[in-house]
C-alpha cells in the first residue's frame, strides 16, 4: 500500500539557488502538456526572489524538491500576484499544491498586508484553491494596470488573443483576494463547489469563442501564421 506524503514547505532563501534551473524547467514543461500558455521566467529570475525571501519551495521528507511559488508585486505594491506554482510531476495529487499556496498567501499578507492579491489561471483546480483561500472571481479591469505585468504575458502562447480583447479578457480566470472587501473563505469555497460545473462548462466557451477568430484567419489554403498552427496543435482542433 502506498504510503503518504510528508512535505516541508519553507520560504526560499539562497541555499536554495540550485534549484531555480529545474524549477523553470518544469514550469515549461507543465504548461506544455497541459495545452496552456505561460509567461516564461528564467533561472536568473527565479534566484532573485529566492534572495528577496519572496518565494516557497516545498520537499518531501527524503528531501527531493516537490514544488515552488513565488510573488511579484505591481502598482508599487498594491496588488500582489502569487505566480509560477508548480509541483513536481511525482508529487502531484497529494495535496502539495494547496499546501504551497498556502503558504505563499500567507506570505503575501505578511509581507503586503495592505495589498490586493490576485492571480490568472486556465485551470480549475487552482480556481477551487484560490476559492479556499477567499479570492473571487473578477474582471481583468479590477487587476492591476501596471505595464510591466502585461509585458509579462508577451511570452505566453495566448497573448495575441488578450491584445485582440483590448486587455480586458482571456483565456486565462481572473481572481482576486481584496484585504479590505472580501468574503470568508468558507463562503468563496461554498460558492465555487456550488457553481463549478457551471464555471467548467464557461472555461470551455470562453477556450473555444477565443481561439475561433485565429483559427479561422487562413491565406491561401494555409495557417495565416504560427499562432494558428500551435493552436491547432495544444488544442487538437
Given amino acids: 500500500m ?3 506524503q510528508k512535505f516541508q514547505v519553507l520560504v526560499a532563501d539562497e541555499s536554495h539557488l540550485g534549484f ?3 524549477i523553470c ?5 507543465s504548461a506544455k502538456a497541459r495545452g496552456t500558455g505561460i509567461a516564461k521566467r528564467s533561472p536568473d529570475y527565479i534566484q532573485l526572489k529566492m534572495r528577496e525571501g519572496k518565494a516557497v519551495i516545498a520537499f518531501n521528507q527524503d528531501g527531493i524538491w516537490a514544488g515552488f ?3 511579484e508585486t505591481w ?7 502569487n505566480s509560477g506554482l ?11 499544491a494547496k499546501m504551497i499556496k498556502r503558504k505563499i498567501f500567507d506570505l503575501s499578507r505578511q509581507k503586503y498586508p495592505e495589498a490586493k492579491i490576485f492571480g490568472l489561471t486556465t485551470g480549475l483546480a487552482v480556481m ?15 487587476l492591476t494596470q501596471d505595464e510591466a505585468f502585461w509585458a509579462g504575458c508577451k511570452s505566453c502562447v495566448n497573448y495575441d488573443i488578450l491584445m485582440s480583447k483590448e486587455r480586458k479578457n482571456c483565456l486565462c480566470t481572473a481572481m482576486l483576494f481584496d484585504p479590505k472587501d472580501h468574503y470568508e473563505p468558507q463562503e468563496t469555497k461554498e460558492f465555487f463547489e456550488e457553481k463549478k460545473s457551471v464555471l467548467e462548462r464557461l472555461l470551455r466557451i470562453k477556450q473555444w469563442k477565443f481561439l475561433q477568430p485565429f483559427l479561422n484567419k ?5 495557417p495565416a501564421n504560427k499562432t494558428k498552427k500551435l493552436f491547432q496543435q495544444i488544442f487538437n482542433f
Avoid: W
Wanted: proline share 4%; net charge negative.
Fill in 20 to 22: 531555480a534551473q529545474i
Fill in 86 to 96: 508548480i509541483v513536481s510531476p511525482n508529487f502531484r495529487k497529494g495535496g502539495l
Fill in 75 to 81: 502598482g508599487h505594491g498594491g496588488y500582489v500576484a
Fill in 218 to 222: 487562413e491565406k491561401d489554403g494555409k
Fill in 2 to 4: 502506498e504510503t503518504q
Fill in 128 to 142: 477551487k484553491i484560490n476559492s479556499e483561500l477567499g479570492y473571487e472571481p473578477v474582471t481583468y479591469s479590477e
Fill in 69 to 71: 511559488c513565488y510573488i
Fill in 25 to 29: 524547467d518544469e514550469m515549461a514543461a
